[in-house]
């Protein structure tokens, strides 16, 4: 089968490049480089220079006639959005509708497109979160996330083009970037394995719900056949601390130092955990890697870098 991903130099994407090469499937790479890294692509993946804004964009549609489409490219940054909400909407929002008007042309039978467990619910919601609690973005980039899958329903009622909405949760793993706005199990990682000091911001007792970028690939797997019309959610239904985090990574690197704090960053979230019953049931998918095993893979990749 021949799918496109779109960012599919990015952290998440790069993986799931990977694994659809590994499967058999023909695979053509969208991505602007503009955060995804050229050593990330892989070489059996025709790769694409392109902006998802870009008109060229029809080009590649016209070209390789895709029959999925993943679509992983996007403005990710929730703090770029606040300093500028029009750019997050032309990447996030009409980016996204220069691909589905692409997908309408040439013929697509269904997009997997990422939305965010994190952002698109109302905070404050009771947990585990399921996909029923009520939606209440407080950020351009959660309220364009969420667009995104109004506009999913939309493609599908009137084109009958079928959809997978991904609600990830705190994704971490293989690749994720320690620098600009990157997850914080990937600064931890970067910064306990060269033993720099650490900050956490709070008191450390904020909770996240951390999966491991190969559960993550697995559900996109999945999704290729499954869960049409669903928006899912892709966590563990686990909280973890951030001060818990950092036990874990300080005992796998032999980090000796003890964490500096500093106040809490405004508007932070202080907890999350997203209910996966949807998951297991319509994707029959749930996470294999505990936490520690899915950080020890990260750490021992990220060795294998310096």
Excluded at 154 to 161: A, C, H, K, L
């Amino acid at each position: 089968m021949k799918v496109l991903v779109t960012g599919g130099a990015g952290f998440i994407a790069s993986n799931l490049v990977d694994a659809l090469i590994e499967k058999g499937h023909d695979v053509v790479i969208v991505d602007d480089l503009s955060s995804g890294k050229k050593e990330n692509l892989n070489p059996k993946a025709k790769f694409y220079e392109i902006d998802i804004r870009d008109k060229k964009l029809e080009d590649v549609f016209r070209k390789e006639k895709p029959e999925i489409v993943s679509h992983h490219a996007a403005q990710i940054a929730v703090r770029v959005s606040l300093k500028d909400p029009e750019f997050d909407a032309s990447v996030n929002i009409m980016g996204f509708l220069n691909l589905m008007q692409n997908c309408v042309k040439y013929g697509v039978k269904k997009i997997i497109n990422v939305s965010s467990g994190g952002v698109v619910y109302k905070q404050g919601a009771k947990l585990p979160i399921p996909e029923t609690e009520h939606v209440g973005p407080i950020s351009p980039y959660g309220v364009a996330k969420l667009a995104a899958e109004h506009y999913l329903n939309y493609y599908s009622e009137v084109f009958g083009i079928k959809y997978t909405s991904m609600r990830y949760s705190n994704v971490y793993g293989i690749r994720q970037d320690p620098h600009g706005e990157a997850g914080v199990v990937a600064i931890f990682t970067d910064s306990l394995s060269t033993g720099e000091e650490v900050t956490i911001f709070g008191d450390g007792k904020q909770t996240r719900d951390f999966v491991f970028v190969k559960d993550v690939v697995s559900a996109n797997l999945l999704a290729m056949e499954h869960g049409d019309n669903e928006a899912i959610n892709i966590a563990t239904n686990t909280q973890t601390s951030i001060n818990e985090l950092f036990r874990v990574i300080a005992k796998i690197t032999d980090y000796k130092k003890k964490a500096n704090y500093a106040d809490a960053k405004p508007g932070e979230v202080l907890h999350s955990r997203l209910d996966i019953s949807k998951a297991k049931k319509i994707l029959k998918w749930q996470p294999k890697y505990s936490l520690e095993e899915g950080l020890r893979e990260t750490i021992e990749w990220a060795k294998s870098r310096n």
